[in-house]
């Protein structure tokens, strides 16, 4: 792996955070996506953005997954994606329940750690395609599904796959949520409630009187929101325990494939201390990058003739084609 340097005058968490947010970007390799849907569960349809390949059975695969209130159409998703289609992968962005526009298409919710979808893919995309190779790569919440779901198969993984990546992951969601609430980070969390309670009132207009909507009027906060919504309908006993069981810390040690976890020591709310615990640092699975900048699925570097900067989606790609021998 590469050091990663930060552009001129990005060297501060907030910054680099926002700046790669809001930041418009094109994405010149990508061809127009196919769109799939996976019947992943009854009353349960998500919708993916596939990039196929050439006879795309003898091409890996990366299956990326996006963070909270992201979709398919997230700049980092179409990042990753121009970079591993450049590089000769199928490439499939993975929508969450509900994201992407698709509230219509699920009766229910999704939480921090249901890897249940992305195994659905896995499992259909090496039946019905033939693919035998395959990285998972995920981002924020995203980051945390990767992992969970390579610690969900401990020893028993499928054979096709290779590896998993995490960018800015929230393995213990907790302490994640902690950190949001801290008044330096007012603006990440109005922008993600917004969008929760945004997503509610779509969900009521396709599922009428499923969920208690008229109770969003005292959700102002991420863990208001868990505690009211996403713990409940998931049979959680709060967002506490939500949080502690979602967490892919809880499963970190029973991970059987090669890992990347890239994250940032100024990422405004992912603490960096659950990196430094052993289970990570010792992991024989694990490469861990822990970078003094990057702010939260930033790092953005300076960019050159053969670089667009986006140093995280290049390590990806770079892990990827390593552990698919590619």
Known sequence: MTDFVPRRGLGNGHLMT????????????????????????PET????????????????????????EGSSSAHYMR???????????????????????TEAQCAGLYHSGLT????????DVTTTEGIGRIVVAGYSLGGNLALKLAGDYGDAPPAQLCAVCAVSPIIEIGQCVDA???????????????????????????????FAVERLRNVWTVRKFDDVFTAPFFGFQGAADYYHRASAMRVIDRVHV?????????????????????????????????????GHCGFVGRAGPD??????????VAFASKHCGH
Request: proline residues 8%; hydrophobic residues 35%; aromatic residues 8%.
């Open 258 to 294: 090669p890992a990347l976890i890239i994250t940032a020591e100024d990422d405004p709310f992912v603490p960096v201390d659950p990196f430094r615990d052993p289970k990570v640092t010792s992991h024989p699975q694990i490469t861990l990058k822990v970078t003094p900048h990057g």
């Open 180 to 210: 949001l609430e801290r008044r330096s980070n007012l603006l990440y969390q109005m922008n993600f409630v917004r969008g929760l309670r945004a997503r509610m009132r779509r969900k009521n207009l396709t599922h009428p009187g499923r």
């Open 116 to 123: 249940a979808d992305a195994k659905h893919v896995i499992d």
């Open 18 to 41: 926002v700046f790669a947010w809001a930041r418009p970007r094109t994405f010149s390799h990508l061809p127009r996506a196919e769109e799939r849907h996976f019947d992943t569960e």
């Open 45 to 68: 349809r998500v919708r993916a953005d596939c990039f196929w390949q050439p006879e795309r059975r003898h091409r890996p695969l990366l299956l990326a997954l996006h963070g909270l």
């Open 307 to 316: 670089t667009d900067g986006y140093w995280a989606e290049e390590q990806i």
């Open 79 to 101: 990042g990753i994606a121009d970079k591993a289609y450049a590089r000769g992968f199928n490439v499939i962005l993975l929508n969450q329940r509900n994201c992407g526009g």
